[in-house]
């Protein structure tokens, strides 16, 4: 275009500069095309955007995620140990100073909540005193709530792996460096991690 511009419009050719017309047709074209694009984007998307927000399977596993101010509790509801205690642990930001060689620096938790891969799970969302988001983008979830409050979001892990997210509310203090890490295993691993963990807690 520049090119074209610099040939045709130049002080040679053209020595006293027309008042540039519109092309309709063109604007027209390039005005309802993109936007007929946008709406077929947009159509099968309303679906997915509905259908995340309700929780359309019965979920194999409930895991309660509740958002302190600067560390996290999870909560396996779905086991309890001898003391009728539901599976719980806390989950905190490996401080600046004492990274391990190779990991994140306040990107690592000491407790990564464990779930099973290719599973339905259920993650109830609750904060103990600042309003919390639970987010992991590479999960499509963001789940906000306000203290007082629950809410539920439903997520499948199609891969093993570790998963990093970090509160979409930055709140309070050491609000913004307390990440959400998901490590997804298989089935098996998640059962032998769940009952390692029932032996710890009872223990
Ligand atoms: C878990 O709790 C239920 C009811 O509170 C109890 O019946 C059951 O024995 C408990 N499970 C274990 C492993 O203790
Ligand atoms: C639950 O989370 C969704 C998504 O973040 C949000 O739009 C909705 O307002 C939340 N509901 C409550 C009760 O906090
Ligand atoms: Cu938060």
Known sequence: MLVRALWHFNEKTNPIPQRIVHGT??????????????LFIA???????????????????????????????????D????????????????????PEL????????????????????RMIVTPADVPHSWAVPSSGVKCDVVPG?????SI????????????????GTNHAFTPIIVEAVTLKDYADWVSNQLILQTN
């Open 79 to 98: 086991y309890n140990s001898s003391n009728e205690q539901s599976l719980t642990f806390d989950s905190y930001t490996i401080p600046e100073d004492d």
């Open 102 to 121: 190779g990991q994140s620096r306040l990107l690592e938790v000491d407790n990564r909540v464990v779930v099973p891969t290719k599973t339905h799970l």
């Open 25 to 38: 047709t063109i604007e027209i074209i390039r005005t309802i095309f993109p936007s007929v694009i946008l």
């Open 149 to 153: 409050r629950s809410n539920l979001t």
């Open 156 to 171: 499948s892990v199609q891969r093993e792996g570790v998963y990093y997210g970090q509160c979409s509310e930055i709140r």
């Open 43 to 77: 159509i099968p998307s309303f679906a997915l955007l509905y259908s995340m927000d309700g929780v359309l399977v019965d979920p194999t596993i409930t895991i309660k995620a509740i958002g302190h101010q600067w560390y996290r509790t999870y909560e396996h509801s």
